[in-house]
């Protein structure tokens, strides 16, 4: 039975269109430019943060961050960059009985973001808080401390095999594919995509009905 599950951040919840178009901006460079090099550098399989060695070599994408707080344009997101399908199955998850967390790689700015949104959720929580962030799967391990459920009734719903579904099937939790966002999409034709993952969506208004399903059938 899933009776908890809990939602990554960054292209699973929050559309990060603008934010990086203002890292591009930042670094000087055309938006096309540094979305295409950013898709270029995950095909590849390496850490994303290495797209801004390619443009800047030495960047330190934390102090990078001050600088722009400092400048007056920090990292920033809002309602408007929430995917449409956010609230209404984070709202339906909960009319079901279930129990509603969301946990990503977030600075501790970020996380006050999202929790000023006032999203129907029972927790949020990010790697900043922890101290610890994905793909160790000590990240994951908090996840279960803080979730009141078994692992194995946990469904982590995330856009990436390497950073979510992968260390969170070593902890022991069920997982949820979502095909958005450039790793989502770049990597949907990994033979992971299918094997290890509980179940594969393209919308996360697909949840209720699926684990609805899921359930059924396990009783």
């Not at 920033?76 to 609230?87: A, H, S």
């Not at 909960?94 to 999202?114: D, K, P, S, Y």
């Not at 000590?138 to 856009?159: K, M, N, Q, S, W």
Request: with cysteine; aromatic share 10%; charged share 30%.
């Amino acid at each position: 039975m899933i009776r908890a599950v809990v939602f990554d951040v960054g292209e699973c919840l929050v559309d990060e269109t603008r934010e990086y178009g203002t890292w591009a901006d930042w670094l000087r460079v055309p938006r096309h430019t540094f979305a295409a090099m950013f898709g270029a550098v995950i095909a590849q399989g390496r850490d994303y943060r290495e797209t801004f060695q390619e443009f800047r070599p030495g960047f330190d994408l934390t102090e990078e961050r001050e600088k722009r707080a400092a400048a007056g344009k920090p990292e920033w997101f809002g309602e408007d960059d929430l995917y449409p399908d956010v609230r209404p199955t984070l709202a339906a998850l909960r009319e079901a009985g279930l129990w509603v967390g969301i946990a990503g790689n977030q600075t501790v700015r970020a996380g006050g973001l999202l929790r000023g949104l006032d999203l129907p959720s029972d927790m949020i929580a990010t790697s900043d808080d922890w101290g610890t962030s994905k793909p160790d799967v000590r990240f994951f391990e908090h996840v279960i401390e803080a979730t009141p459920a078994d692992p194995g009734e946990i469904l982590y719903i995330g856009d990436r095999l390497d950073n979510d579904i992968r260390p969170a099937v070593q902890a022991g939790l069920l997982t949820a594919l979502i095909r958005r966002g450039p790793w989502g999409t770049i990597q949907q034709r990994d033979p992971d995509a299918d094997a290890i993952t509980t179940m594969r969506i393209d919308s996360l208004g697909e949840l209720p009905e699926k684990i609805a399903k899921f359930n059924a059938e396990g009783r």
